[in-house]
């Protein structure tokens, strides 16, 4: 009987401890652009948005939250908690045929997760390598994984340079071919919520919306008649994937632990010019990049890209260091915030969110590698405040002898207080200061106004800032990284699709 009784004390010990313990949505949105959201764009004309407008208005919206201006490196700043520059992925993306993925001595915030009880899932995109077994989802901390490895694969087929990329568990999936990968991964979602109502859980849910190919059900197009072209095309996208967060959340509400989940939701960067890059050559997308002496200093003008997303009022786009490319849409939600429907100007990173989450939760991250990324859930529910006084934003490997940057235009940059100063190559010895701007993001956003030759003192200030990062850094993977012994990646198997190789 005292056995039987010690037993039930601890379990129902257990029982309070996960019910203590909040559930976790990370939701990160693909290209959506700093105005492709109705909270951003006062007069909401398409009315695209209603479910996240919803979440945004019951949280606390992050209007100088910052990420990398293209795919993988702000997942891999996620998930790290460290900028990118420390292990070699600021060049680039994570080409489907390269042997590389994010070191395997860089602890993910799954591991955390699942250190302090958590069940975790990664549903939708990956896009941190695939080449060997341990760059899988599955063995990263993850007890469940549904999506693609890559990115820019067709929204029905799922398939991309001749391979399908969809899977289940870190195996392939052929049963989910032609249908739209917004509702698998809406419905995915809402049936995790519901089978794990009784422990504590981690939802890492990286949806293909809105990234080119620009595709959606005619249903989508149908609501907005006013619309035409690619922004059409665009906000129906965009819509598609805020039905899918509606969906959840009113599973979240349904089973009663909407209340005991924290939302936090991103941009992975900013939306693209052009129609982005569906990913068909990589060589191709290589050689179109400005670098070395064809830097352009300026992104193009335009309230919307030809791929019809809006950054407005924000200069520049994905792959630009300016906003427009790094300051993203976020918010979180949560009923505990002390200041739910208020927008909150402190400067924070996508690397915060690691060390706030595992804290908030009552996790440890002794195990993980020096953080980059500080707790700032204090900060969030004081209102007010950082804990950075700077962040880097970029600072690409460029110069005579290097690998080429898909970061357009200039590739440094680094914001110091209320100071963002871009260069266009500031990489060991090949740093020129006479390329500098110098913009005040709190008295013009929009980054018209370079304040570099009146202030020449502050520039110098903050290139030896610069300098300081730029010693951090390692050489980007391309230049010696890639595993020699394991050849090119390639579609493989029947029916050809993408997988581990080597």
């Avoid at 701007?437 to 106004?449: A, F, G, K, M, R």
Wanted: charged fraction near 20%; proline fraction near 6%; hydrophobic fraction near 35%.
């Amino acid at each position: 009987q005292i056995w039987l009784l010690v037993v039930l004390l601890g379990l129902c010990s257990a029982l309070k401890d996960g019910a203590d313990k909040p559930n976790i949505l990370f939701i990160v949105a693909d290209d959506l652009g700093w105005n492709d959201v109705g909270w951003h764009n006062p007069d909401d004309s398409p009315g695209h948005t209603p479910n996240l407008n919803q979440l945004a208005k019951e949280g606390v919206r992050l209007n100088n939250h910052h990420v990398q201006p293209f795919c993988s490196p702000t997942r891999a700043t996620i998930q790290t908690g460290r900028h990118v520059l420390r292990y070699g992925l600021q060049n680039t993306v994570i080409f489907p045929q390269d042997a590389w993925a994010v070191p395997q001595n860089e602890t993910f915030i799954s591991q955390n997760m699942k250190d302090a009880g958590y069940t975790t899932a990664a549903y939708g995109k990956w896009h941190l390598g695939l080449y060997k077994d341990w760059a899988l989802p599955m063995q990263r901390g993850y007890d469940e994984q549904y999506g693609y490895y890559l990115g820019g694969e067709d929204y029905f087929t799922h398939t991309r340079n001749g391979g399908v990329d969809w899977h289940r568990n870190d195996t392939l999936e052929l049963g989910d071919n032609n249908t739209y990968s917004a509702y698998l991964l809406g419905n995915a979602s809402v049936d995790f919520v519901n089978r794990n109502q009784d422990k504590p859980w981690f939802l890492y849910l990286a949806m293909q919306s809105v990234h080119s190919p620009l595709q959606v059900p005619d249903t989508y197009l149908k609501r907005f008649p006013h619309l035409s072209g690619n922004v059409l095309l665009r906000n129906a996208m965009v819509a598609a994937l805020d039905d899918q967060v509606g969906f959840v959340v009113d599973e979240l509400k349904r089973t009663e632990q909407y209340d005991n989940t924290v939302i936090v939701f991103t941009a992975d960067n900013g939306a693209p010019y052009a129609l982005a890059y569906s990913m068909g050559d990589e060589k191709e997308m290589i050689e179109a990049m400005h670098f070395g002496s064809n830097i352009d200093p300026h992104p193009p003008n335009g309230t919307h890209g030809k791929g019809g997303g809006s950054n407005y009022p924000l200069n520049g786009w994905k792959h630009w260091v300016f906003e427009g490319g790094v300051r993203s849409a976020a918010f979180v939600t949560y009923s505990k915030l002390n200041n739910p429907g208020t927008v909150h100007n402190g400067l924070f990173h996508t690397v915060d969110w690691l060390p706030t989450l595992v804290n908030l939760v009552g996790g440890d991250t002794t195990r993980n590698l020096a953080l980059d990324g500080k707790d700032i859930w204090s900060y969030i529910q004081s209102g007010s405040g950082s804990p950075h006084r700077e962040l880097p934003i970029e600072i690409a490997a460029c110069g005579k002898g290097k690998p080429k940057s898909i970061v357009t235009g200039p590739q440094a940059a680094i914001i110091v207080g209320d100071m963002k100063l871009i260069v266009d190559c500031w990489w060991r010895t090949t740093k020129d200061a006479s390329t500098a701007q110098l913009y005040n993001l709190t008295s013009d956003l929009s980054e018209q106004h370079d304040l570099s030759s009146q202030e020449p003192e502050l520039v110098k200030t903050l290139l030896a800032r610069m300098d300081y990062w730029e010693e951090q850094s390692v050489d980007p993977y391309e230049i010696h990284d890639i595993d020699p012994t394991c050849g090119e990646g390639q579609p493989q198997g029947t029916p050809p699709h993408w997988d581990v190789w080597c």
